[in-house]
Each structure stands twice: as structure tokens, then as C-alpha cells.
């Protein structure tokens, strides 16, 4: 199973490279802009749970709903209204918890920035002496090889003209001969010199990579619990809403359980009703009779029975005799022969 440390795993074998600890502090640097990208998402959250309820606020302190509802229903109402009226304080105050956690999550970004910065300040330190005693080494060494180079120059040249030159010639090749020997010596040493300086440099450098790694390591271990923490906490506020509001809205539902259909009637009756006598109803008058009841008699006779109007002779009508019938004249002729 391969190793899953940050200590084991970023390294390169360039010995200038620093690729490691860059992909490192690169990883860092996006979870704390992720951090501050939550914070931000709470922040604008807080915005709209505060206007979402002072909205709610003012519909149901300014907007009517069955204002002029009665007894029961009247109440339930009354009682809707007020728990609409909560769920918006509750909103509010959601509000400012949401901004109380995006304040901790900036203070928890913020302090792991400080951590980090001693940290990074130290690495950027040993990156820039490994460089600078590496440059001055590999100068030491480019200087000792030359210097090897002229003493090899100078023994060639003393073996070519040992038979030829004259003894004040090869006397010259051996100072020449003696002093690049000397000069690669002291080289030598500057280069030897120069190797350990490196080498104790690399060792501590490599030692604060090694703290370096395990140190942004817990960090991001720290950084990745925070967070998850965070939008867990994030998601219980808003289970715990959910869970108030609809109490809130059981309030409303108890409330319409006690509301009543048949005393809302009685009420409204008892307190509105106008009578129990319907009107009469309007009957037919005849005209001419109302006309004939209105003018006053001339000389009023005796009292007589009301009678309807006499017969109108069938003659009259233009409709032919019947047998069966007789006239008032025969009538009173048969009266007066009895």
C-alpha cells in the first residue's frame, strides 16, 4: 500500500526543484479560498433569510387577510398570522447566526493564514540559501576543474620539454608546474568547503520540509474537519428552521381544528340577524275597482247587499237563444202569475 503522507510523497529529485512544496502551498491556498467562498455563500445566505424575513414581517402586519372574518375562523386567522409573523423573526434571527458562522469560518481562515505564514517564511528562507550556496559551490567546483585542467597542462607541458629546453625553461615549467598545483589544492579545499556547507544546508532544508509537510498536513487535516463541520452545522440551522416553522404552522393547524362551522353561523346569525317575519307577498289590484272604491257616493241610500253587476242580455251578444235559459222578465212574470 503506497504511502499517503504529504512527508512521503513530495519530494523530486531535482535538488533546485521545489514542485513539492509548491503543489502543497498551492492545495492550501484553494481550501482557504474554499473557506472563504463558504464564508461568503453564508454571508449572502444571511442576506436573503433577513429580507426573507422582514418580508414576512411586513405582509402580515401591513397586508389584510380575512380581516373582517368572525368568531372562530376569525381566530384561526388571528393565530396564522401571528405564527407567519414568527417564522419571519425566526428567519432574522437565522440571519444572524448565519453570520456569526461565516465570522468563525473567517477567524479559522485567517488564523491558519498567520500558522502557515511563519512556516512559509522559514521554507522560502532555507529554498533561498540552498540556492545561493549551491550557485557558490558549483562556482568552486567550475573553479577547481580549471585549475585541475592547468596543473595537468603544466606536467604535459614539463614531460614534452624535458630533453629540449634549456634549464632555465624547465625551471619556469616546474614553478608553473608547482604552482598550479598549488592553486589546485586551495581549489580544492574551497570546493570540499563549499560541498559541506551545501550538504549541511540541503540536511536542514530537507528536515524543515520534512516539519514543513507534517505541519500542512494537520493543517489540512484541521481545514477539512472545520469545514465539514461547518456545512453540517450549517445544514442542523436549517433542519432546525424547518422544524420550527412547521410547529409554528401546527399552531395554525390546532387552531383550525377548533374552528367551528356551526358556531361561526350561529355567531353571525346571533349577532347580525335583521328579523324572522318575512315580507308578505304582493297581491293583484284591479284598477278600476281601486278607481270606483275611491269616489264618494252622492247620496247614499240604504244599506244593501253587495251584488255583482246584472246579466248583459244574451241579445246583445249576438249569440242565439238557449232553452235552457230564461230571461229576468220571465222570471218575474212567473213569480206574478204564482
Known sequence: MKASKFRENFWCPHFL??????????HLNEGRKNCKEFEDF???RAVIEEKYGKDLINLCRKKPCGQSE?????????????QIDNVGQFHLQLAQTLREEARKMEEFKERQKIQRKKIEVLMDSMHKQKQLQYKKTMEAKKIYEQK???????EQAVHRNANIATPKQQEKLFVKLATSKTAVEDSDKTYLLNIGLLEKIREDWQNEHIKACEFFEIQECERINYF???????????????????EMFEEVRKSLEMCS??????????????????????????????????????????????????????????????????LVTECNIISNHN
Not at 526543484?17 to 498551492?26: A, H
Open 17 to 26: 526543484s521545489t514542485i513539492g512544496y509548491e503543489s502543497i502551498i498551492q
Open 42 to 44: 453564508l454571508k449572502e
Open 70 to 82: 368572525i368568531n372562530t375562523l376569525k381566530r384561526s386567522l388571528e393565530v396564522f398570522k401571528q
Open 148 to 154: 585541475c585542467k592547468d596543473k595537468d597542462d603544466a
Open 228 to 246: 465539514r463541520n461547518a456545512l453540517w452545522q450549517h445544514m442542523n440551522q436549517l433542519s432546525h428552521q424547518c422544524v420550527i416553522s412547521d
Open 261 to 326: 362551522i356551526e358556531k361561526d353561523i350561529e355567531y353571525f346569525v346571533a349577532h347580525r340577524k335583521t328579523g324572522q317575519v318575512p315580507p308578505a307577498p304582493i297581491v293583484y289590484e284591479n284598477f278600476y275597482n281601486s278607481q270606483r272604491n275611491a269616489v264618494p257616493a252622492r247620496n247614499p241610500g240604504p244599506s244593501m247587499g253587495r251584488r255583482g253587476p246584472p246579466p248583459i242580455p244574451q241579445s246583445t251578444l249576438g249569440i242565439e237563444e238557449d232553452d235552457d235559459y230564461s
